[in-house]
């Protein structure tokens, strides 16, 4: 099982730009399908966004779509989250996860279908 760590949080003003990182080792990751979920306080943990193993499918949650891109790089073992027009309604955890799978172009939305996730990241966006 691979080992997920985000880093790239932080406080932030409203209106800026973030780009989280997740490191993965321990496994093979071009295996995973990956997605970034958040976390914020007293809410339940929602899907950001997602992508397939060979990167070639993507998909996002409406909240963030055209404003958050997910990356990956198979060959650095890595998933980025670039995240512009900032809003207080991002501040959040975010958690990086991974869903081992068979299927190249996959995209997974639910926390259920994945079972490797990172320890988080908070990001904390000033209005």
């Known amino acids: 099982q691979v080992q997920l760590v985000e880093s790239g949080g932080g406080l932030v003003q409203a209106g800026d730009s973030l780009r989280l990182t997740c490191a993965a080792s321990?496994?093979?990751?071009?295996?995973?399908?990956m997605a970034w979920f958040r976390q914020a306080p007293g809410k339940e943990r929602e899907f950001v966004a997602a992508?397939?193993?060979?990167?070639?499918?993507?998909n996002y949650a409406d909240s963030v779509k055209g404003r958050f891109t997910i990356s990956r790089d198979n060959a650095k073992n890595t998933v980025w989250l670039q995240m512009n027009s900032l809003n207080a309604e991002d501040t959040a955890v975010y958690y990086c996860?991974?869903?081992?799978?068979?299927?190249?172009?996959?995209?997974?939305?639910?926390?259920?279908?994945?079972?490797?996730w990172g320890q988080g990241t908070q990001l904390t966006v000033s209005s």
């Open positions: 321990g496994g093979s990751f071009s295996a995973y399908g």
């Open positions: 992508i397939s193993r060979s990167a070639g499918s993507t």
């Open positions: 996860a991974g869903s081992y799978t068979h299927n190249v172009r996959s995209v997974y939305s639910r926390p259920t279908d994945y079972d490797s």
